[in-house]
């Protein structure tokens, strides 16, 4: 039941986990700011309310599947994680150090709960794909559980993408629901300006989805689309969440530049005093 | 060689897969618009909900296996060799090889013996870009005998696998007894008399390095080991024949650079150098013609590794 209290408990997780990211990032000295913050109430809303998981049994056969295919947002998986009890969040801090489970991008078999292995980009939507599928020869029509695949906009770039999203729309995949962080940005720029992308939602459409579009720091309407997703039986999902990379640090916000750096220690500073003067503020914004 | 039986190494594939059908329901087959020519056909008509098609997506193909496998299926993806491993290394790498998936990788049409489709069709590296994946096995049989088996190896084997087929039908020269086990290589053949020289040979050319030694028995006595399995490499028997001949010829229809040449080097130089002469091909692109044609052309028929057979022994220091 999604209560008011519900909603805020899930946005104070996520202002606690936009701290956490900065912390560990700063720890790190290197890694990627923006995605990860624009996708915090995202992954709140999922390990905080939609998912179906136990922290403490991380290989139950029943689980959702949240398979990350932008691994270089990790950052923000693992702090999800960490505070939905899969592990210490102190252990965060050890994000990219040696000998660590949270690897620079995520590992299968470092981390359990990670679902796949996961950061060059463009392949994370076949894996999900293909699990999906075996899951639905095991569990007809619809599978025991779901499968979630998070995207990144600028990964929509690489042709292993495409494939996956046609052959996903050709075997009807509607256990499998895709999300793309529409937050604009990549690496070398805006993404209009490096490899245009629209129309997205007519291109998936094209490709035998049905898109649903959505602002990705409004944790209701988040959770309200996830819902409309299970009632399609005859396609796969796509997810258009538009999101503000940066979302929390105003300084930063929608400045591409913070695509691939890490806070240096005064920066993290100034971004913690912000992030924790806003607990559960970034959804009224949006009223 | 008339009364020789003749089959394609891909037809024992395709004769294990329909008895993989049968016995384990895991197993599931993904192929990229090549169902005939892999020898998938007969999997598909016969458990159409175990066939999975992908289009000519051949990086799909790779990610598609790795989901249903990380799921728990056991999928053979498959496709030529030029484009599976080819043109999906990075996605086999990623979400099968560090993703430590049971993906069975089938990569058809390996080597020159393709012909008539050319260099761009005739896959030359597989085996360089799959030995070098943590992880990874790379099985390449002889005949369409140890084909089947090593197919039914590579399913039963809890981790991922590459598996190198032919599309020629060559020399049928193991039976249903001959012994498979991955990593473990086994001699064809040994002459009477002490060897002189030992032949390490992969794949179907087996039958050209059998040829060359038998002919030449009597003026250099030979063993020939089947070297099925390239990654685990069986260090211990390679040394061992090394030891005990003291020259070496690697046969291959490979890139020498890479392939189960440059496996053996990297063995011998370690543990007991000697000389090795290498058949198989040297930084050169196929072209097309027909494939006893180019085997020859390319300089790994039998009177080719005849001759370095005596190369290598020649090199040999003397006392």
């Given at each position: 039941?999604?209560?008011?209290?519900?909603?805020?408990?899930?946005?104070?997780?996520?202002?606690?986990?936009?701290?956490?990211?900065?912390?560990?990032?700063?720890a790190?000295?290197?890694?990627?700011?923006a995605g990860?913050?624009?996708?915090?109430?995202?992954?709140?809303?999922?390990y905080?309310?939609?998912?179906?998981?136990?922290?403490?049994?991380?290989?139950?056969?029943?689980r959702?599947?949240?398979?990350?295919?932008?691994g270089?947002?990790?950052?923000?998986?693992?702090?999800?994680?960490?505070?939905?009890?899969?592990?210490?969040?102190?252990?965060?801090?050890t994000?990219?150090?040696?000998?660590?489970?949270?690897?620079g991008?995520?590992?299968?078999?470092?981390?359990?709960?990670v679902e796949?292995?996961?950061?060059?980009?463009?392949?994370?939507?076949?894996?999900?794909?293909?699990?999906?599928?075996?899951a639905r020869?095991?569990?007809?029509?619809?599978?025991?559980?779901?499968?979630y695949?998070?995207m990144?906009?600028?990964?929509?770039?690489?042709?292993?993408?495409?494939?996956?999203?046609?052959?996903?729309?050709?075997?009807?995949?509607?256990?499998?629901?895709?999300?793309?962080?529409r937050?604009?940005?990549?690496?070398?720029?805006?993404?209009?300006?490096?490899?245009?992308?629209?129309?997205?939602?007519?291109?998936?459409?094209?490709?035998?989805?049905?898109?649903l579009?959505?602002?990705?720091?409004?944790?209701s309407?988040?959770?309200?689309v996830?819902?409309?997703?299970?009632?399609?039986?005859?396609?796969?999902?796509?997810?258009?969440a538009h999101?503000?990379p940066?979302k929390?640090?105003?300084?930063?916000?929608?400045?591409?530049?913070?695509?691939?750096?890490?806070p240096?220690?005064?920066?993290?500073?100034?971004?913690?005093a912000?992030?924790?003067?806003?607990?559960?503020?970034?959804?009224?914004?949006?009223? | 060689?008339?009364?020789?039986?003749?089959?394609?190494?891909?037809?024992?594939?395709?004769?294990?897969?329909?008895?993989?059908?049968?016995?384990?329901?895991?197993?599931?087959?993904?192929?990229?618009?090549?169902?005939?020519?892999?020898?998938?056909?007969?999997?598909?008509?016969?458990?159409?909900?175990?066939?999975?098609?992908?289009?000519?997506?051949e990086?799909?193909l790779?990610?598609?296996?790795?989901?249903?496998?990380?799921y728990?299926?056991?999928?053979?993806?498959?496709?030529?060799?030029?484009?599976?491993?080819?043109?999906?290394?990075?996605?086999?790498r990623?979400?099968?090889?560090?993703?430590?998936?049971?993906?069975?990788?089938?990569g058809?049409?390996?080597?020159?013996?393709?012909?008539?489709?050319?260099?761009?069709?005739?896959?030359?590296?597989?085996?360089?870009?799959?030995r070098?994946?943590?992880?990874?096995?790379?099985?390449?049989?002889?005949?369409?005998?140890?084909?089947?088996?090593?197919?039914?190896?590579?399913?039963?084997?809890?981790?991922?696998v590459?598996?190198?087929?032919?599309?020629?039908?060559t020399?049928?020269?193991?039976?249903?007894?001959?012994?498979?086990?991955?990593?473990?290589?086994?001699?064809?053949?040994e002459?009477?008399?002490?060897?002189?020289?030992?032949?390490?040979?992969?794949?179907?050319?087996?039958?050209?390095?059998?040829?060359?030694a038998?002919?030449?028995?009597?003026?250099?006595?030979?063993?020939?080991?089947?070297?099925?399995?390239?990654?685990?490499?069986?260090?211990?028997?390679?040394?061992?024949?090394?030891?005990?001949?003291?020259?070496?010829v690697?046969?291959?229809?490979?890139?020498?650079?890479?392939?189960?040449?440059?496996?053996?080097?990297?063995c011998?130089?370690?543990e007991?150098?000697?000389?090795?002469?290498?058949?198989?091909?040297?930084?050169?692109?196929?072209?097309?013609?027909e494939?006893?044609?180019l085997?020859a052309?390319?300089?790994?028929?039998?009177?080719?590794?005849?001759?370095?057979?005596?190369?290598?022994?020649?090199?040999?220091?003397?006392?």
């Open positions: 039941m999604l209560t008011d209290a519900t909603i805020k408990n899930i946005e104070l997780k996520a202002a606690a986990i936009r701290e956490t990211i900065v912390e560990m990032l700063v790190a000295g290197s890694g990627h700011t990860p913050l624009g996708m915090a109430d995202i992954f709140a809303a999922f905080f309310y939609i998912l179906k998981h136990d922290p403490h049994n991380p290989a139950w056969e029943e959702d599947r949240l398979m990350l295919s932008n270089h947002i990790t950052p923000v998986r693992y702090a999800a994680m960490a505070h939905a009890g899969y592990f210490p969040v102190a252990e965060c801090l994000l990219r150090k040696f000998g660590s489970r949270l690897q991008h995520p590992e299968r078999e470092k981390l359990p709960g796949t292995t996961s950061g060059p980009l463009g392949s994370g939507l076949g894996q999900a794909a293909g699990y999906a599928y075996g020869m095991d569990h007809p029509p619809r599978g025991a559980f779901r499968v695949c998070l990144s906009d600028g990964e929509q770039d690489a042709g292993n993408t495409w494939e996956a999203a046609m052959w996903c729309g050709a075997n009807k995949l509607s256990n499998l629901t895709a999300v793309i962080d937050n604009n940005i990549q690496i070398n720029g805006m993404t209009e300006e490096v490899m245009p992308l629209e129309n997205l939602r007519a291109k998936y459409e094209a490709f035998g989805w049905h898109v579009e959505v602002d990705g720091h409004n944790v309407a988040f959770i309200s996830i819902e409309q997703a299970k009632a399609i039986y005859e396609k796969p999902t796509l997810i258009l999101t503000i940066g929390g640090v105003k300084e930063i916000e929608f400045d591409y530049h913070w695509h691939g750096k890490p240096n220690k005064e920066e993290a500073v100034r971004f913690l912000e992030l924790r003067t806003l607990k559960g503020k970034i959804r009224s914004e949006h009223q | 060689m008339s009364d020789i039986k003749m089959e394609a190494t891909r037809d024992g594939f395709g004769r294990a897969l329909l008895e993989l059908g049968e016995r384990d329901k895991r197993v599931v087959v993904c192929c990229a618009d090549l169902a005939e020519s892999t020898r998938v056909l007969a999997f598909k008509e016969k458990y159409p909900g175990r066939y999975i098609e992908l289009g000519v997506a990086q799909n790779a990610t598609i296996g790795s989901g249903l496998a990380n728990g299926k056991i999928p053979f993806i498959c496709s030529y060799a030029a484009f599976n491993p080819g043109r999906n290394n990075e996605q086999i990623t979400t099968i090889s560090l993703n430590n998936v049971p993906v069975k990788i089938a058809m049409h390996a080597g020159v013996s393709v012909g008539p489709d050319g260099a761009t069709h005739q896959a030359l590296e597989d085996i360089a870009l799959m070098v994946q943590p992880n990874m096995v790379v099985l390449s049989p002889c005949d369409s005998e140890e084909a089947y088996k090593a197919t039914l190896a590579a399913a039963a084997h809890p981790g991922p590459y598996l190198r087929f032919a599309r020629e039908k020399p049928v020269i193991t039976t249903p007894d001959t012994p498979f086990e991955i990593g473990k290589a086994w001699v064809a053949w002459s009477e008399h002490s060897p002189e020289v030992a032949i390490f040979a992969t794949g179907p050319l087996l039958a050209e390095a059998l040829e060359a038998k002919k030449m028995e009597h003026a250099l006595p030979a063993v020939v080991i089947n070297i099925h399995t390239i990654k685990p490499l069986d260090r211990e028997h390679i040394v061992e024949h090394a030891r005990a001949a003291g020259a070496v690697v046969v291959e229809e490979h890139q020498v650079a890479g392939g189960l040449g440059g496996a053996v080097a990297e011998l130089s370690e007991y150098p000697v000389p090795i002469e290498f058949v198989g091909i040297k930084d050169r692109f196929g072209q097309s013609g494939p006893k044609e085997i052309y390319y300089g790994m028929d039998a009177a080719h590794i005849e001759e370095a057979a005596k190369k290598a022994a020649g090199r040999k220091k003397s006392g």
